[in-house]
Each structure stands twice: as C-alpha cells, then as structure tokens.
C-alpha cells in the first residue's frame, strides 16, 4: 500500500503565538535588543567623553531628558529580565558534579546572582554613588 | 463506586485513502477518575468506531508508544488524566511530524537521526571477553544517567520549534542521546558523532526555548544535554587552534 503523509504547514511568521513557552522564550530574546540599544548609548558617551568636556557635558544634559530616562528605565527592566531568565537555565547548561552528586540548581543560579551583586557593588563604589 | 460523567473526546482523523486533509471527529466516552486518554480512545476503538488508528503498548510511561498533543500540549496518552481536562479533550497527532493515519505519526526522520549519533558505546579496540567487564564508579554512571531514561517518544519534537521550522535539525532527544554516550566513561566514540553533533543540523540549530525539557515525561532534561554540547563543541573550535586535541 503507498503512503500518504500529511503533512501540517507551520508558521513562519506567528509560530511564537502558539505557544505560551514561546512566548517566553520570544520575551528572553526580544529583550536583548534594549540592551544592544543602551550599549550603543554607552558607547555614544565614551566617543563623547574622546571628542572633550563640552561634548561630554551636553552628553549627560541630554540623558536627563525626560525620554532619556524612561529609555535607561526600559532598557533596565529589560535587562533585569534578561540577565535572570538566562541565569535561571544555568544549572542545565553548566551541571557540576561534586563527589557522587550533582551540585544543587539553585546554589549555581545563586552564585550569578551573588557575583552580579557583587560586580554591582564594585561598580557603585568605584564611581562613588 | 462514584458515578461517571460523560466527556466529549474530539479525535483528529485523517485517513489517507479518502481523506484530503485531516477532519476532526467527536466520540462520547466515559470519564472514570482513573482514566487516561489512552483509556478513551481504547473505548472508542473497542465499542464505537474500529477503524481509529494509535499507536500505544505499555499503559505505564515506558514504551514511548502513545505520545500525542492533548489539548494542544504534547503529551502520552497513558500519562493524561481525564480527570484534569473538562468536559471536552481534543486529541491530535504529534505536531512537526508528518502524520502517517489517525494519531499515527511517521517516524522515519527520526529513526534515520537516531542512527546517524550512534547511539551506542564505541570502543577504539574491544577489550577481550576473558579481560572482563568495564567498571563504573557510581559518580561516573551519575554523570550520564538521566539521559539514559528518554523512551524515544517524541514529545521534545513536538515541543521543538525549531524542529517545526527545519526539519533538519537533528532535534532534543537523538542530541540528548548522543550525550549521553559522550559522557560515559566507557565509549571512545565522541570524535565520530561530532560530525553531526557540531554540525549545522545539530546542536547549533537549537536556541534553547527549553519546551523539550518541560514537556519530557521522563524528566532527561534534552535542553540540558544539548547546551553542554554547545559548550564542549566551542571548547573543540578553540582548542584547535592550539593544536589541542579534537
């Protein structure tokens, strides 16, 4: 007897829709985009700090503008969840044995967040916030 | 006893000699607390509608046999409790695989990927029988154990959109497999699977949605093995630059 196979198209466009984990996984993603966004302004204030003081005043006049902020605080929450959704899957990604048994998830996700802490705290100091 | 209510069961039919496409078809059926959607579509075969086509065996999560989207999650029927799903259950074949009849997917593709990781330790030269048995620690058995548990069901394609938008992809649980091998301790076989494992088709074609890991009845975490072999895989790239070893 010959085969028939059907076979179901799936969206190139919308497959993301079908899907609550896709969505997530769309949201972890499309949250990068901010990040690249404020690395781009980061990087626009250090070629404005190279060009002298008054370039780099105006610079940081300009980031007090009502939309500079909302942007900082977009791309801040964005980030936040970015940096955690993929902290969050490190233990599958990076499993340690220690002995006979496997280190516990949570002691290798709370390691990043204690090392982002950390980092945020060297940071926060060296610029005497 | 307790009294039985009465589901809907809405069962996709696609029956190639007559069928153009699939149409879907609703069963009355039973709903005893313990029954699975296995159970119902046993009772549609056995006292309803004989032509139904599925594929099932064990009834107890270890065949991989029954695998199907329940009410849009992939799922094995046998592991499905009625119970927990209303007065109506619809019941489709496996998504991203083409469908063969009724709820029967075709496997092929994924038998051929299956093969092409060999799954299965690989000795550089065998030891001699008379030599005796390979030994394991317990640690060295750990490391690889929970990907020894995939029964082939096919519920991570289903989940895998990426597996829906290329078919190429080597896909979770063949990828979970290979791992699995590369891990013990006995097989010398890595260098031959990391023709498919790094290739296009493997492992870098998956960008970590993690929906094969959430839907694995058998908790072997594919998502898992498939960005440990990212890491090892860049570890390889690197390494040969440094003349290391592949």
Not at chain 2, 176 to 201: I, K, M, P, T, W
Request: aromatic share 12%; with cysteine; proline share 6%.
């Amino acid at each position: 007897m010959s085969r028939k196979p059907y076979i179901r198209p799936m969206s190139k466009t919308s497959w993301y829709l079908r899907d609550g984990r896709y969505k997530r996984y769309m949201a972890r993603e499309v949250t990068c985009l901010l990040i690249g966004a404020y690395t781009g302004v980061f990087a626009m204030g250090i070629w404005r700090l190279a060009e002298g003081r008054e370039a780099f005043t105006a610079f940081m006049a300009a980031l007090h503008a009502p939309g500079a902020i909302m942007f900082h605080l977009v791309a801040l929450a964005f980030s936040i969840y970015h940096s955690t959704t993929w902290f969050n899957v490190t233990p599958q990604a990076m499993p340690l044995m220690k002995g006979e048994d496997f280190v516990p998830g949570t002691l290798i996700v709370g390691a990043h967040y204690a090392a982002w802490a950390v980092a945020s705290l060297v940071i926060l100091i060296a610029v005497g916030a | 006893m307790s009294e039985t209510s009465t589901i809907t069961i809405e069962v996709m039919r696609y029956r190639p000699e007559t069928d153009s496409e699939p149409v879907f078809q609703s069963y009355p059926v039973p709903c005893p607390k313990e029954w699975v959607v296995l159970d119902a579509l046993n009772y549609i075969k056995d006292t309803i509608d004989s032509s139904l086509s599925y594929r099932w065996s064990c009834h107890m999560a270890v065949c991989g046999s029954c695998g199907m989207m329940v009410n849009g999650e992939p799922m094995l029927a046998c592991k499905a409790f009625l119970r927990d799903m209303g007065d109506t259950v619809r019941v489709e074949p496996l998504l991203n695989f083409p469908i063969e009849r009724d709820l029967v997917v075709a496997m092929d593709d994924f038998i051929e990927k299956l093969t092409s990781i060999k799954p299965y330790i690989i000795r550089k030269t065998e030891k001699p029988v008379e030599e005796g048995t390979y030994l394991q620690t317990p640690a060295q058995l750990k490391r690889y154990k929970q990907y020894t548990l995939c029964i082939n069901c096919l519920l991570c394609y289903s989940a895998c959109p990426q597996y829906g938008l290329n078919p190429d992809f080597i896909g979770p649980s063949a990828l979970a497999l290979a791992h699995r091998y590369n891990l013990d301790n006995r097989d010398e076989g890595r260098a031959l699977r990391q023709e498919f494992v790094a290739s296009h088709e493997g492992v870098w074609e998956c960008s970590f949605v993690g929906a094969c890991s959430e839907v694995c009845p058998k908790h072997v975490d594919p998502a898992s093995a498939v960005q440990q072999m990212k890491i090892a895989s860049t570890k390889d790239y690197f390494l040969g630059f440094l003349g290391g070893n592949r």
